[in-house]
């Protein structure tokens, strides 16, 4: 299956409504994102950098939220996830739980 120009949009778009505000004002249409550093959710220091001229979708994930369960364990998310990288498209999991809070003990299985 094909990734659609639409899934590739919303992606790119919930990049973008994530971004500081600082950085958001800094990318503009056309043009390569800044660099930056984080933490996947195996531990793993990943740069944007390491990927260029690849599409990177960064997914924040919060493994004890009902609404991420609906579309994980429905197939949703999964398939995208298949489809996406099939095509070649990075897909970065980030835990958004904080240490003490909801979802910070999840680790990929």
């Not at 056309?30 to 950098?49: E, K, N």
């Amino acid at each position: 299956m094909k990734l659609s120009s639409l899934s590739v949009a919303l992606a790119a778009g919930a990049l973008v409504l994530t971004a500081a505000p600082r950085a958001a004002a800094a990318i503009a249409d056309g043009r390569p994102a800044p660099d930056f550093t984080l933490t996947d959710i195996d531990g793993q220091v990943r740069h944007l950098s390491d990927f260029k001229g690849r599409v990177v979708v960064l997914e924040w994930n919060n493994p004890d939220c009902p609404i991420v369960h609906k579309h994980y364990d429905g197939g949703n998310i999964p398939g995208l996830q298949k489809a996406a990288t099939a095509d070649g498209v990075v897909w970065l999991l980030i835990n958004s739980g904080a240490p003490g809070k909801e979802g910070a003990d999840y680790s990929a299985a």
